[in-house]
């Protein structure tokens, strides 16, 4: 049986900055019903792992920053919303920049997906970054306040799901990087 909805209306019930709320109304399937959807509408966005070896391991470059919806400090990876018209790849370097002043010399997609499809109409670019140089101070937005930090990569990965590490995204971002890194065992906290 044919699965998709189509759709006959859309709505703008509200704008701002980073995303348009929609009201959809769509046909089922089988033609005999119509529903109405509700949808946000937001820019894709870029998560980038940022990788340095250092005398400790590998370690993340990671921001801390204040969320408002959680009401909590959040450390999590560098990223944000694309440009108008910015590709995935500048968008991921643009991030890492601005929030941390770093530069990648090498940075690779290592996925994407919807954050979730039932509701959202972006997706979310997964880059890890390489060979990173230090190149210039945090370019922030007026409403950014973010400290920049050096974290242990088995920290992180012992640590998701327990403050201050609860970005839903950064799950994401560190299934993505193990995937892609098989050889990292856990052994007595070593990554």
Request: net charge negative; charged share 25%.
């Amino acid at each position: 049986m044919d699965l998709m909805w189509k759709e006959e209306s859309r709505n703008t019930v509200y704008q701002c900055p980073i995303f348009s709320l929609q009201e959809l109304k769509s046909r089922s399937p089988d033609g005999l019903q119509t529903g109405t959807f509700t949808v946000l509408d937001s820019p894709d966005i870029a998560m980038v792992i940022p990788i340095i070896e250092t005398e400790q391991g590998r370690e993340f470059v990671m921001v801390r920053q204040w969320r408002h919806g959680s009401q909590s400090l959040s450390v999590e990876f560098p990223g944000g919303v694309f440009n108008e018209g910015e590709d995935a790849a500048a968008a991921g370097a643009r991030e890492l920049r601005e929030e941390t002043g770093f530069t990648a010399g090498k940075l690779k997609k290592l996925g994407e997906l919807s954050p979730n499809p039932a509701l959202y109409t972006n997706h979310l670019h997964i880059f890890v970054a390489e060979d990173l140089k230090h190149e210039d101070s945090q370019d922030l937005d007026p409403n950014e306040f973010i400290n920049v930090e050096l974290v242990p990569a088995a920290t992180v990965i012992e640590s998701l799901g327990q403050e201050p590490y609860i970005h839903a995204f950064m799950g994401t971002a560190l299934a993505f990087y193990l995937r892609e890194n098989p050889e990292i065992v856990f052994q007595q906290g070593q990554v």
